[in-house]
C-alpha cells in the first residue's frame, strides 16, 4: 500500500508562491488518482485540486484556478502542486491524498498524507 509524505509548505507573503510536494512509498503510485485538500482552522476539508494516475487529467478547485498547477511524475513516486499568487484565506494545512478515482470528495480518497502548514501573511 501506498504512503504518503508532504513536504514544501511555510511562511510566505500574499503574493508569493510555494510549491508542495508529496512523496510516495510503493510500487503502484501510478494506479492512483492523486488529490491534494486543505482544512483551515474550524472549517471542513476541501478539494483543492486532483490529477489522474497518468497524468493526463487534472481538475482545480474554483477557488484556485489559475493560480494552481498539479503535477506528478511518476517515475519518481512525487506528486507536485505549484501555488502562485498566494492569499491570507489560503492559509490551511495541505493534504495530499491517492484513490482509486479521479474525484474531489475527501471520502472517495483511502490515504492520505500527514498534511503540511501553509501560512500566507497579508
Known amino acids: 500500500q501506498v504512503q504518503l509524505v508532504e513536504s514544501g509548505g511555510g511562511l510566505v507573503q500574499a503574493g508569493g508562491s510555494l510549491r508542495l510536494s508529496c512523496a510516495a512509498s510503493?510500487?503502484?503510485?501510478?494506479?492512483?488518482?492523486m488529490g491534494w485538500f486543505r482544512q483551515a482552522p474550524g472549517k471542513e476539508r476541501e478539494f483543492v485540486a486532483v490529477i489522474a494516475g497518468s497524468g493526463g487529467s487534472t481538475y482545480y478547485a474554483d477557488s484556485m484556478k489559475g493560480r494552481l498547477t498539479i503535477s506528478r511524475d511518476n517515475a519518481k513516486n512525487t506528486l507536485y502542486l505549484q501555488m502562485n499568487s498566494l492569499k491570507p484565506e489560503d492559509t490551511a494545512v495541505y493534504y495530499c491524498?491517492?484513490?482509486?478515482?479521479?474525484?474531489?470528495?475527501?471520502?472517495?480518497?483511502?490515504?492520505w498524507g500527514q498534511g503540511t502548514q501553509v501560512t500566507v501573511s497579508s
Open positions: 510503493g510500487r503502484t503510485f501510478r494506479g492512483y488518482a
Open positions: 491524498a491517492a484513490g482509486p478515482s479521479f474525484s474531489v470528495t475527501p471520502r472517495e480518497y483511502s490515504i
